[in-house]
């Protein structure tokens, strides 16, 4: 099962507007043939209006949608030719899993054994040929989801589209699904985007993931990308958890600069955007719980150290994690692995080094400016 | 060139499929309805009957000062007022206890008193009016064993006859109503009254009885709107008093084929009270409205001895009352008759000699059927427009459809014959007039009933066949049809059922080769054929209690259903 044809998907200066709220706010994207693109975003940022402004389902205020070099923007739903798998699946009810599967050739032209013939390989790809002849509602989220996937792709959509398909599902099928539909379009090779507020599923699957706030796009790049070089706070905020310190910078040097946080301590820090950082610049200093590693009595790092009271030890098996207040009205949640952890108990010192190439520097709109 | 090939472009991809139907519905709904009711405003102000041109001193409000100056004309107003009011408030004295205990109280034979409350509502509308002249008139059944023991009863004709039929016909609203209504309060709130203190009596007067002022509104609203614009039974029953509707009637006929300004003056102050009425229970049903719903709805409870005793005695003496007439009916149809004395032998010869009984009831059969079906597919249609399109002609049609509701069957009789009475239609005296009267009158219902079912399934599965390829049109078929068939089906049956005893309009629009049943039994008990009556009737309710039998059987509906 091949789709027609590789599809390069290109959105330009894309604005959909509702009464008294632009959903989608000049995205420009382009995702490349064959690639798993992924929406990543908080519920309500326009991820949703924009997958349905591929599919037609919303016709844009502004800016234009091409596959490959046709503009198809004015284009109704129907005849759109993508494949769209929906959050609540919109299985047919009245209909059997293999007619359910059949529906989207209904308006297609082949002979009745070709169309047979693609229902049956469709089924087969998700696992389902057994259960062909039965009724959605005999089927569990899991299977249903399949099929959903499967009457998507039966039609060689030019572009496939899923809005959070797994988001119904309980939290271990989720994961075993993910390797499933990763592996699916790897080998149909079709032109995905996959729309998520879940970060680690944006991570885990895509090729490249465009995270978006509030209808604009404010990073797009590959998962690795995205989680170690955040161009916005709310990019770094929302793809994993973070310590976010207010510090201020008091050196700078070629490529570095020395910041430094309330109550003392002095972290150095690489920078990118130099001019940007004069002396007493205030901004905000950050890094991922796990990066702070624990500093062991006798060892010997002099800088980038946290020093602060342990709050809370909580013990969580392969991790321990440490509520430590740094004075000063701040305080931190870290994460180690427990044979690195040792047995600070609460309500004694613990100290920190945290690799200045960990640390990223955003100033205080929350741009990025150090890294 | 290329603002022709955007022209072009738009037309193709802007105008599909729905935007058609919107467009159709819109102007079907301004037509057959909107119109009509312009019409009949414009008749109301049209100069008298054979001037084409206005005399000097015509105004357009010559009708309206005339009515309101002459006794004749307004009294009829008062008089309707005094009967629908009381009437209202009759109903609500009965069906609001008999809901209260039908609902809350442990009571033998349940599933009877409901199918007796049901049997009631959908029986044709003045045939209670008849069936308690053979009771209680002067050669009435009772009336007559009563003198034997030198008992005589106060005169059942008249206004306190009006009021007794109107009641016990009406009623049911209520109970439906606030059966229903019942039903979104929860146990905890009783509960939470008792252990606050409040004995059983006490919670019901201070808390269920407030959260059900929005039940018991809308069905005295329904109570006041249906017997203030019927006129089958005060026709009847009321023996010179004389109510608007009834004047209408009369009126209408004595200006047929002239220009009905009277007429039409009387069917637009008869509208705006029902609206006014209308719109003043909107308002307050609103403001004492909580939007509650309940996860455990009130329970059921044992009553002590004498309280459950008198609670059965209340409850099966009115059903045995509303009862009655239906009974009444179809007994006396196997009655030998003369003229309108019904003698006590029993036979089979009204069924046999009943010789315009065959044309009423496939007139009934063919004008029902194609309403119905109209209604189905029509409905079917507009309920999706209005459930799933947006714009301003989608709210025109949702108002639009709002308006039967309010439009009166005299009315609407009066309004549809003189748009399409005449030219260009040429519609008068034909079945088409009655089936668009009946298609429009309940054409509502089948929009409500389809876009509630549409908001409930959601839009997903349609936007998934439209993402598969498939054009609206037959995405509407092959997805949307299959899941509102039962909800089409049902509402199919009991547009049939209220259809079938459609009275009101009708007598507006019959000639004599296309009259119904309810209009033969109307027209055999004016003659005093009460026999002939009697075997049409019960013919009648047949048509319209099978379908409401099949609605409960085969599609597991209740009477809640109905309203």
């Not at chain 2, 459950?308 to 179809?330: E, K, M």
């Not at chain 2, 309403?371 to 049609?397: D, E, F, M, N, P």
């Amino acid at each position: 099962m091949n789709p027609k044809s590789e599809t390069r998907l290109t959105i330009q200066e894309l604005v959909v507007e509702f009464p008294g709220l632009r959903a989608v706010d000049g995205v420009s994207l382009e995702v490349q043939p064959g690639e798993f693109f992924s929406l990543l975003g908080p519920s309500g940022c326009g991820k949703t209006t924009l997958l349905r402004t591929i599919a037609g389902f919303y016709r844009q205020d502004h800016g234009s949608i091409f596959f490959n070099d046709e503009r198809i923007d004015g284009i109704p739903a129907h005849r759109r030719d993508t494949g769209m798998v929906f959050q609540h699946y919109a299985i047919f009810p009245h209909l059997s899993v293999a007619q359910n599967v059949a529906y989207g050739l209904r308006a297609r032209k082949a002979s009745k054994r070709e169309k047979a013939e693609r229902v049956r390989d469709a089924l087969a790809l998700v696992d389902l040929t057994d259960l062909a002849q039965r009724k959605p509602r005999q089927l569990s989220g899991g299977q249903q989801q399949r099929v959903a996937v499967a009457r998507a792709i039966v039609i060689q959509p030019r572009v496939l589209l899923m809005d959070e398909p797994l988001a119904n599902l309980d939290a271990k099928l989720r994961v075993r699904l993910r390797t499933d539909l990763r592996e699916l379009q790897q080998r149909l090779g079709i032109t995905t985007i996959y729309v998520t507020h879940d970060q680690e599923e944006a991570l885990s699957l895509s090729d490249r993931i465009a995270v978006m706030f509030d209808g604009q796009v404010h990073q797009v790049g590959t998962p690795e990308q995205i989680y170690m070089e955040p161009t916005h706070r709310k990019v770094a905020e929302f793809v994993g958890e973070g310590i976010y310190l207010d510090a201020t910078v008091v050196d700078t040097a070629a490529g570095f600069a020395t910041v430094r946080l309330a109550g003392g301590p002095t972290l150095r820090t690489n920078v990118r955007r130099d001019g940007a950082l004069a002396k007493g610049t205030e901004l905000i200093a950050s890094f991922r719980p796990h990066e702070a590693k624990v500093v062991r009595n006798g060892t010997a790092t002099a800088s980038n150290l946290l020093t602060g009271i342990v709050m809370h030890r909580i013990y969580l098996g392969d991790v321990v994690r440490y509520h430590v207040d740094l004075g000063h009205g701040q305080s931190v949640v870290t994460e180690h692995y427990a044979s690195e952890a040792g047995r600070v108990g609460d309500g004694e010192t613990l100290t920190m080094h945290v690799p200045e190439q960990c640390i990223t520097l955003f100033d205080a709109d929350g741009a990025l400016v150090g890294r | 060139m290329s603002r022709l090939r955007t022209m072009l472009f738009r037309l193709r991809y802007r105008f599909t499929f729905w935007n058609w139907v919107t467009l159709a519905a819109a102007l079907l709904f301004f037509v057959l309805l909107v119109l009509p009711l312009i019409a009949l405003v414009a008749a109301s102000f049209s100069p008298p009957r054979g001037l084409a041109r206005a005399p000097a001193e015509f105004s357009v409000w010559d009708t309206y000062v005339e009515f309101f100056s002459f006794r004749y004309y307004y009294g009829t107003l008062i008089n309707s007022v005094i009967v629908s009011v009381l009437a209202t408030l009759f109903a609500v004295l009965i069906g609001f206890p008999l809901a209260y205990l039908v609902n809350r109280v442990e009571l033998p034979g349940k599933l009877l008193i409901r199918a007796a409350v049901v049997l009631t509502f959908v029986s044709p509308p003045f045939i209670g009016a008849y069936a308690w002249i053979l009771l209680l008139g002067r050669n009435g059944l009772i009336t007559r064993t009563l003198e034997t023991v030198g008992v005589s009863l106060p005169s059942i004709y008249g206004a306190q006859g009006i009021v007794l039929v109107f009641t016990l016909q009406a009623f049911p609203f209520v109970f439906l109503l606030v059966s229903s209504g019942l039903r979104s309060i929860d146990q905890s709130l009783e509960d939470a009254a008792v252990n606050l203190g409040q004995t059983r009596l006490g919670a019901l007067r201070t808390v269920i009885l407030p959260l059900m002022v929005p039940s018991i509104s809308t069905g005295a609203l329904l109570v006041f709107v249906t017997t203030f614009s019927d006129f089958g039974t005060p026709m009847i029953i009321g023996e010179g008093f004389r109510v608007l509707a009834a004047l209408i009637y009369s009126e209408f006929i004595n200006e047929f084929g002239g220009n009905p300004r009277v007429a039409s003056t009387l069917s637009v102050i008869l509208l705006t009270v029902t609206i006014g009425a209308l719109l003043i229970q909107r308002a307050y049903a609103k403001r004492a409205s909580y939007g509650q719903e309940a996860m455990k709805s009130l329970g059921v409870y044992r009553l002590s001895t004498l309280g459950r005793t008198l609670a059965i005695v209340f409850v099966y003496g009115i059903v045995l009352l509303a009862f009655l007439p239906t009974l009444t009916i179809v007994v006396s149809s196997f009655l030998e008759a003369r003229g309108p004395i019904l003698l006590p032998s029993f036979t089979l010869e009204g069924y046999r000699l009943a010789r315009r009984l065959p044309l009423a009831l496939r007139n009934t059969m063919m004008f029902v059927t194609a309403a119905t079906v109209l209604c189905v597919v029509v409905g079917s249609l507009i309920g999706y427009v209005v459930s799933r399109q947006k714009g301003r002609l989608v709210a025109a049609i949702d108002t639009m459809s709002m308006i039967p509701f309010a439009v009166a069957g005299v009315v609407l009789g009066v309004s549809l014959s003189i748009t399409f009475g005449g030219a260009p239609f040429f519609l008068a005296g034909t079945g088409t007039i009655l089936v668009l009267a009946y298609f429009i009158r309940r054409l509502p219902y089948t929009v409500r009933s389809v876009s509630g079912m549409l908001h409930q399934t959601g839009e997903q599965q349609e936007e998934a066949s439209i993402n598969l390829g498939i054009a609206p049109a037959l995405t509407f078929l092959w997805i949307t049809v299959p899941q509102i068939t039962p909800a089409l089906m049902s509402g199919a049956l009991l547009t049939w059922a209220t259809t079938a005893r459609e009275f009101n309009s009708t007598v507006m629009l019959y000639v004599a080769q296309t009259r119904t049943l309810s209009v033969e039994v109307f027209t055999q008990v004016l003659q005093g054929n009460f026999g002939a009556a009697s075997v049409v009737g019960t013919v009648l309710i047949m048509t319209t209690v099978v379908p409401i039998v099949i609605l409960f059987r085969v599609f597991g509906k209740d009477e809640e259903f109905l309203v």
